[in-house]
């Protein structure tokens, strides 16, 4: 594979790649980086380059697609209910499904993963119920933090604040001299952020076992790659803080799985940390509070909707013979059903009592906010709700 000062004769340039019907929006590397090379197993039609497969079980490989086929299945009756009232602010992974399934999957329950806004089919694979999910995006106190026994963060939306902390575990680790490690991911749009520098820093000078993936999915709400970085190849922040670097086509499952694994390995080895910078696409809304039609061209999203995850990987699975028509309905349609018990489950549980959000940030509530807390419930009681 890939990586800083490495020349692996069987990956290709980010032009080769990306470079046909690549969207205005993504310039990709206008400045030589020779060196960052893009990996890709499957290419957009399905095909396997036989060099660089990676010899993957039956059963992984089918339980890494119904993984991603769950992931979208959420993500559709997700927006549904928004739509109907009976959800919050969603945020959409619609075309991202393998950039994300394939980071956890050579995680075990020891490591940890530090997730954004936009892991929920990562967080379905660490153990997180449906339900429980549903919870935290209703806006619910009791849905943020993770399920007993699993190692994750709970999201932040303050874009990258999360990395730093990750880092942290990271360092933790190593004090603790386990061989265990952290996947943090964090967006375009989030690489900005000055504590995403920081970390990366303290994560090279002090070897910390980490993984960072940052997800180039084309936009950050309504900014353009090309506005967030005047050198296009986000991978490149890894060589500043002398951290090796790949950039991987992150609509391929298996390049984002094969990828990870090796960076994973390289952090439980005691050789520090990776960073992998995933070429994606958002294909939906930013959040069910966007409209991405005022500010992005349509064509340009069909392009990626050539570059579908699922579709490639459902063809490359049709072709060894472990999918056909018939069982990619059946896969749909269980995941399906999984969504709507965990969507029922949700439904019969007591909301949440609507004044604990003014409950959490002080430990004695000030006078101020003593007051809006009867403001809120005198006007919920004008609305004839009585707590
Ligand atoms: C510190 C901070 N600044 C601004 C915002 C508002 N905001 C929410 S999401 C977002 C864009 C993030 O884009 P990116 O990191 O590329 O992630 P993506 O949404 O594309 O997955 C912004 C600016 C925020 N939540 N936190
Ligand atoms: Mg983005």
Partial sequence: MAAQNQNDKKT???????????????????IDLGQI????????????????????????????YRAMVLGRAFDSRMMTMQRQGRMGTFAPNFGQEACIIGQVTSLTKNDWFAPSYRSFGAQIMRGWPLEHLMRLWAGFHDGFPPPKNVNDL????????????AVGIGMGMNYKKKKDCVVVNYGDGASSQGAVSEALNFAAVYKAPVVFICENNGWAI???????????TFAAHGIAH????????????????????????????????TLIEAITYRMSLHTTADDPTVYRDEDEVKVWEARCPIKRFETFLTNKGLLDDDAIKETLESCEEEVIAARDKFY???????????????ESVPKELQAQREEYLRRLREKGIDL
Avoid: W
């Fill in 37 to 64: 090379e893009v990996l890709q197993i499957l290419n957009e039609h399905g095909e396997v380059d036989k060099g660089l497969e990676p010899d993957l079980s039956n059963e992984v490989l089918l339980d890494t």
């Fill in 12 to 30: 290709t340039s980010s032009e080769e790649v990306f470079s046909k019907n690549t969207p205005s929006s993504m310039n990709t590397s206008p």
């Fill in 154 to 165: 709970p999201f932040s939306i303050v874009i990258g604040s999360h990395v730093l902390p």
């Fill in 222 to 232: 309504s900014t353009p790659t090309k506005k967030q970085r005047a050198n296009q």
């Fill in 242 to 273: 002398g951290i090796p670097c790949i950039r991987v086509d992150g609509n391929d499952i298996l390049a984002m799985m094969c990828a990870t694994k090796e960076a994973t390995d390289r952090a439980r080895n005691g050789d520090g940390p």
């Fill in 348 to 362: 019969a549980m007591d909301p949440a009592d609507p004044t604990e959000i003014f409950d959490h940030l002080y």
